[in-house]
């Protein structure tokens, strides 16, 4: 079905100026069917004015009058100049100046020698290259392999500052998760320090003495 400009608007004219049924007119519109019998209610698009879609060219007397026969008929859209513009279309590729198309190469060697995290798809797309070409580079196979040299391509005026900081970052968080899924390196333990063991407390022995002192031993006898 093709979307209409303005749906709510144009169910609120279907609403109040035909008898078609909620689903037809919800197919037509893009809604759901409670959300059309609310406006049949007042309780849903209350403040919008209904559009006519005839008049708009979105619509034609013959689908409408067929739908309103039968109540089975889902009615079809005319395709609008209008709505084909508001689509969106898929970004132009990088265009690179026919002068700096030769620096290219060199700008593909610093990438490869300084930031191998950063894949050859994000290379294409910044530099407006081809996959083959920064191939032809990183094997040294490219035609002009003797003259190239790694040069930083804010320096050759390909690319902003901003963006190649928003991609080498963008390329090493990508790179970090990949490692951690993969498993990465692991940190081994280190062993904690072993406490110095105190050694068992042994009570000395005494001296063993010989008999126990007497009196005549301690003040002699007298003679």
Aim: overall charge neutral; charged content about 30%.
């Amino acid at each position: 079905m093709t979307d209409i400009l303005m749906p709510k608007a144009t169910a609120v004219w279907l609403v109040d100026n035909t008898s078609l049924t909620f689903e037809q007119i919800a197919a037509f519109c893009g809604l759901h069917p409670l959300e059309v019998r609310g406006i049949a209610d007042g309780d849903v698009a209350r403040d919008i004015r209904g559009v006519d879609p005839i008049t708009g060219g979105q619509l034609t007397r013959e689908e409408l009058d067929k739908a309103q026969e039968n109540s089975a008929y889902f009615m079809k859209a005319v395709v609008s100049r209008h709505a084909e513009l508001m689509k969106a279309h898929k970004p132009a590729p990088k265009y690179t100046p026919v002068s700096r198309r030769q620096d290219r190469p060199d700008a593909i060697a610093w990438f490869v020698r300084n930031h191998p995290e950063v894949t050859d798809a994000q290379i294409s797309k910044l530099l407006g290259t081809t996959k083959a070409t920064i191939e032809s580079v990183r094997s040294r196979t490219h035609w002009n392999s003797a003259n190239i040299k790694p040069v930083d391509p804010v320096t050759l005026g390909l690319v902003g500052q901003l963006a190649l900081d928003e991609l080498v970052r963008k390329a090493a968080d990508k790179k970090a998760k990949d490692d951690a899924r993969k498993g990465g390196a692991t940190l081994q333990a280190v062993a904690a320090p072993e406490e110095p063991v105190e050694p068992e407390f042994v009570p000395e022995e005494r001296e063993r003495r010989g008999a126990e002192p007497t009196a005549a031993s301690v003040f002699g006898t007298k003679e």
